[in-house]
Structure formats: C-alpha cells, structure tokens
C-alpha cells in the first residue's frame, strides 16, 4: 500500500485541519488505518485508528473529543478532523495501514505501511 498524506499547515491555536491520507496498490478495506504524529525532539506517538469497516475507532487521551478519525472507502482514502488545536498538537503527522479485517479497540502497533508525513504547526 502506498500512503500519501496531505492537509498540514499553520493555524492558530483553537483552529481546525482536516488532513487526509489517500491509499493505493492493495485493497484500502482490508486494512486498519492509523494516525501517528511526531513533535520535534520525541518519540513517535499514536493519535487515533480505524477498524476496516469505520465501525470501530480508537484515540489518544491527548486528543480524545477533539479529533475525529473516518475512512472512506470507496475513495481509498482516511481522514483526520482536529478540532480545537493547541500548540502541543504541532508535529509531522503519519497516517500507517495495518492489514486485518478486525475491530479497533486500542493502539494500533505493527503497522505495515506508512506514508510520509504531513507538518501542522499550531501558533499560540
């Protein structure tokens, strides 16, 4: 599967982005998707996951009511609305497929593919 996420920017603390990650190669709906994001000086962190279906989806606490994770698969494609930014949300984000027909019930680890990220940068 190749990712390729788009959507990142600059935006005032309090704002919204919606980024996206469209998939090719394999069969979008036979795999998870994930959202992961990594801030200057850490470690990379998981943000939210997809079950294949969209039924099931898992967050962070740090963003949990704030972030809304979807797919859409007859556009191959999993998006990543987040709503009230912080300057603590900034980060390059990845989105990542996990290949199994399964439901989402915590985070996502051993991810098969990942795209390249995409930089939010969030101004106090």
């Known amino acids: 599967v190749q990712l390729q996420a788009s959507g990142g920017g600059l935006v005032q603390a309090g704002g919204s982005l919606r980024l996206s990650c469209a998939a090719s190669?394999?069969?979008?709906?036979?795999?998870?998707m994930g959202w992961f994001r990594q801030a200057p000086g850490k470690e990379r962190e998981f943000v939210a996951a997809?079950?294949?279906?969209?039924?099931?989806?898992y967050y962070a606490d740090s963003v949990k009511g704030r972030f809304t994770i979807s797919r859409d698969n007859t556009k191959n494609t999993v998006y990543l609305q987040m709503n009230s930014l912080k300057p603590e949300d900034t980060a390059v984000y990845y989105c990542?497929?996990?290949?199994?027909?399964?439901?989402?019930?915590?985070?996502?680890?051993?991810?098969?593919?990942w795209g390249k990220g995409t930089q939010v940068t969030v101004s106090s």
């Open positions: 997809i079950s294949w279906s969209g039924r099931s989806a």
């Open positions: 190669g394999r069969t979008f709906s036979n795999y998870a």
């Open positions: 990542a497929s996990k290949l199994g027909r399964t439901v989402v019930t915590g985070t996502l680890t051993g991810m098969d593919y």
